[in-house]
């Protein structure tokens, strides 16, 4: 197994809550190491440009509303398998159908409030680097 980058957000719902240090313990936990971060309250631009792939779902006007309701902590995980192991620490979109013991199950309000984002593939998650980080900003 090779040692992948993932993208990673705690979203507005956690970090109104105070739950940065609890949910990046977990990535820790879990064997990822942060490799960069930082907090961000996203533009209704950028969160428009980041979810662009959801632009003619339903709850995008809610989704982007979420995001820009508050600080969203933008980071860069590291670690063997990261990508998929990052969903599994997750768990499902939607709290309900979540397992025990993940991020979602433990924190999130709802489908929409739902704590954390993870990138879902390898594109994705250059992609998702690249949109919020420059070379420079990445200490491995
Ligand atoms: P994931 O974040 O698990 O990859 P998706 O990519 O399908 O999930 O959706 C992106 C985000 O949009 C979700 O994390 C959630 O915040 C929001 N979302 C997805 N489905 C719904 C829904 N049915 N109602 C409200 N918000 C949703
Ligand atoms: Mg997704």
């Given at each position: 197994m090779a040692i992948e980058r993932t993208f990673s957000m705690i979203?507005?719902?956690?970090?109104?809550?105070?739950?940065?240090?609890?949910?990046?313990?977990?990535?820790?936990?879990?064997?990822?190491?942060?490799?960069?971060?930082?907090?961000v309250w996203m533009s209704k631009r950028e969160a428009?440009?980041?979810?662009?792939?959801h632009k003619e779902r339903p709850f995008f006007g809610e989704l982007v509303e979420g995001m820009t309701s508050g600080p969203t902590v933008v980071?860069?995980?590291?670690?063997?398998?990261a990508i998929?192991?990052?969903?599994?620490?997750?768990?499902?979109?939607?709290?309900?159908?979540?397992?025990e013991g993940t991020i979602r199950k433990t924190y999130a309000l709802s489908i929409g409030e739902n704590s954390v984002h993870g990138s879902d593939a390898p594109?994705?998650?250059?992609?998702?680097?690249?949109?919020?980080?420059?070379?420079?900003e990445i200490v491995g």
């Open positions: 979203k507005p719902d956690a970090t109104k809550r105070n739950l940065t240090g609890a949910i990046t313990k977990v990535f820790e936990d879990n064997g990822l190491r942060v490799v960069a971060s930082k907090r428009e440009g980041f979810y662009a792939v980071q860069v995980l590291e670690g063997e398998n998929l192991k990052n969903r599994e620490i997750m768990g499902a979109t939607n709290p309900a159908d979540a397992a594109e994705t998650a250059a992609q998702e680097i690249s949109y919020w980080f420059s070379g420079t």
